[in-house]
Structure formats: C-alpha cells, structure tokens
C-alpha cells in the first residue's frame, strides 16, 4: 500500500536556528498536509499543498508530486515550537496516509 | 465557521462489549467525513470515509464499522471490542465536491479496553 516515510523521528534544535523535516512517498500522491499535535492528542493544521511551496510566520513547506516528496522548514526556532509534527499524503482517492511524526525539541 | 465534536472524550470499556463513537460536524453542509484510529505508539491510519449520507467506505479491516445516518453525523461501532481497538479515534471532515481538500480534525476520543 501507500507508504510515507518520514524523517528525522526526532529533532533537537537549539533556540533560533532551524531544521526541515521531510516526508518522501512510494507512489505520486495528489497532496499533502502538514499537522503539529496539539496537547490532547489531535491535530492542528499547518499546510495544505497539492503543488509549489507556502509559507506561514517562520514555516514554510514544499510539495513535490512528481520527485514524490514534501518538506516542513523551520526557521528561528522558539521553545513553543517544540512537539511533534507530522505529514499526511492524499492519494488520488480520499485516502490520507500519515508519515510516523517528527518530535522537535527546542531548547534554550 | 465549522466546528467538529466528538463524544466521548474518554471511555474505558470490557473486551467483548459494545461501542458506539459518535462525531458531529457544525457549521459545513454535506461535508466528506472520515475516521481515524491510532494505537499507542502507533502511526494514525484512515478507516473510514464518507462523502453523503448513508454511503461509507471501509479503509481497514478492524473488527469497526462505521454509519452516517445523517449529513452531519458520523459513527462508528462495533458490538464486541478486542483490546486492540484501544487507541486515540479521530473524526475528521472536508469539503465536499471532490476528493482534493484539506481535512479538519476533531478532538479525538480516548478508548481504553481492558
């Protein structure tokens, strides 16, 4: 079946630098969304991409169909950005596909 | 603005007895609904999803079903629970008109089986 692997599972970053995380598909997907957990267990959306890249604040993310991958750059990491990030594909049908998450860690 | 609950928040439950899950979407006509199930430590996976009242599509196999018996409701059911079905459930919805949308997830309800 559909597979996303994603990468680094866990992530430490010290204050005011950044990373990217990433997200790679098994087969060409139709888009991608990018969700941060939030304390009770669900999900907060972050992006929504079927092509191209967007950014938010100090988030940007990409979204590449056809070399079937995605990315979620931080930049200026703060200590509230610290949890758990994940990816989710959709496939040409209704089928979401979520990557395994990231845990971020943002110390001082 | 939409807004999606799920009940309940928690429930601990015997292996073998009932279920019933329930989510409802406010705000959103006719929207694409869909749950969600995470064991502990696992990764989230789709089971279900519906895109119009009485239609529902099984994702995975999990001893669960799932009804919409109306445009802003979703349940999902079995009569006799595994310890398996312990996990983190998740509703989920997005607008109708097609298969490309964003999903919106709601607050997830807690099953413990013991």
């Known amino acids: 079946g559909d597979q996303v692997e994603q990468s680094p599972s866990a992530l430490s970053l010290h204050e005011g630098t950044g990373s990217a995380l990433r997200c790679n598909f098994t087969t060409t997907m139709r888009a991608v969304q990018w969700f941060r957990k939030n304390s009770r267990g669900s999900l907060i959306n972050l992006f929504y991409?079927?092509?191209g890249t967007k950014e938010n604040g100090r988030l940007k993310s990409a979204f590449d169909s056809k070399e079937r991958y995605s990315t979620l750059h931080i930049r200026d990491a703060q200590l509230e950005d610290s949890g758990t990030y994940f990816c989710a594909a959709e496939d040409m049908g209704y089928k979401l596909t979520f990557g395994t998450g990231t845990s971020l860690l943002v110390d001082p | 603005a939409q807004t999606i609950h799920q009940w309940p928040v928690a429930e601990i439950k015997a292996v073998g007895s009932p279920l019933s899950l329930g989510c409802t979407i406010k705000g959103k006509s006719s929207p694409n609904l869909y749950w969600y199930w995470q064991a502990t430590g696992g990764t989230l996976q789709q089971l279900f999803y519906?895109?119009?009242?009485?239609?529902v599509e099984s994702v995975v196999q999990l001893n669960l079903s799932a009804s919409r018996p109306k445009d802003d409701q979703f349940i999902l059911s079995t009569e006799k629970l595994l310890l398996s079905h312990s996990g983190f459930y998740l509703c989920?919805?997005?607008?109708?008109?097609?298969?490309?949308?964003?999903?919106?997830f709601g607050p997830g309800t807690r099953l413990t089986v013991l």
């Open positions: 519906s895109i119009t009242v009485g239609q």
């Open positions: 991409l079927a092509s």
């Open positions: 989920a919805w997005s607008q109708t008109g097609g298969a490309r949308a964003e999903q919106f």
